[in-house]
Structure formats: C-alpha cells, structure tokens
Nanobody
Framework: QVHLVESGGGLVQAGGSLRLSCAASGLTFGDYDMGWFRQAPGKEREFVASISRSGGSSYYADSVKGRFTISRDNALNTVYLEMNSLKPEDTSVYYC?????????????????????WGQGTQVTVSS
C-alpha cells in the first residue's frame, strides 16, 4: 500500500520560509516523478513544482519560480519543497503526488490527472 505523508506546514509571516517534506512508502521511489500541488479554499488544485524520478529535471509554476525549490532524496524516499519569500497568496493546503509510466516532461508533470498517488496535504498559512 502506497503512502505519501507531507509534513512541515504551518503559520509563517510574509517574507518567511518553510520547508515541506513528503515521505513515501510502499513504492519504488526512484521509479516515480514527484510533484507538489496546492489548493486554496474555493479554488481548484494547482500545480506548484515537479521533479523527475532521477532528480535531474524540475519545473515550476510561474507564481513560485525563483522562490520555491523542489528536491528529492531517493535514498530516503523523500521529496522536499523549500519555500522562501512567502506571500499571503501562497496560503493553501499543499499536497505531494507521485506518478510513473510515461517519461517526465514539464507538461505531463504539471497535470493533476497524470498522478497515481496523493498525500493528505499539509496546511501552509502566510500572514500579512
């Protein structure tokens, strides 16, 4: 049984930083591209960042480019999202997700429907 467990969310002031982690189990982690998505109340889930199964490629939404960094440690079965210069509009529940199958491309990695497994999410709240 596959489990993705996010952690590291919380309340932070605008301009601050947080580091999210997502620990995976029940799958061969290195066979999966990983993504971070977020969903604010009343809004659709949106893509934030993705990283290929080897870690050699990554892709970011324009809204977070230059502020967020995705990384992974295949030995620890964990993917990270380093979030800096946080803004109130970054407030959301953040989800990690895993996909396998077709090879990584930026377009594929940004599509929610291409992901096979999802975590339960972690709340990030940025106060102004």
């Amino acid at each position: 049984q596959v489990h993705l467990v996010e952690s590291g969310g919380g309340l932070v002031q605008a301009g601050g930083s947080l580091r999210l982690s997502c620990a995976a189990s029940g799958l061969t982690f290195g066979d999966y591209d990983m993504g971070w998505f977020r969903q604010a109340p009343g809004k659709e889930r949106e893509f934030v960042a993705s990283i290929s199964r080897s870690g050699g490629s990554s892709y970011y939404a324009d809204s977070v480019k230059g502020r967020f960094t995705i990384s992974r440690d295949n030995a620890l079965n964990t993917v990270y999202l380093e979030m800096n210069s946080l803004k109130p509009e970054d407030t959301s529940v953040y989800y990690c997700a895993a996909r396998t199958g077709s090879s990584w491309t930026a377009a594929r990695s940004a599509s929610t429907w291409r992901y096979d497994y999802w975590g339960q999410g972690t709340q990030v709240t940025v106060s102004s």
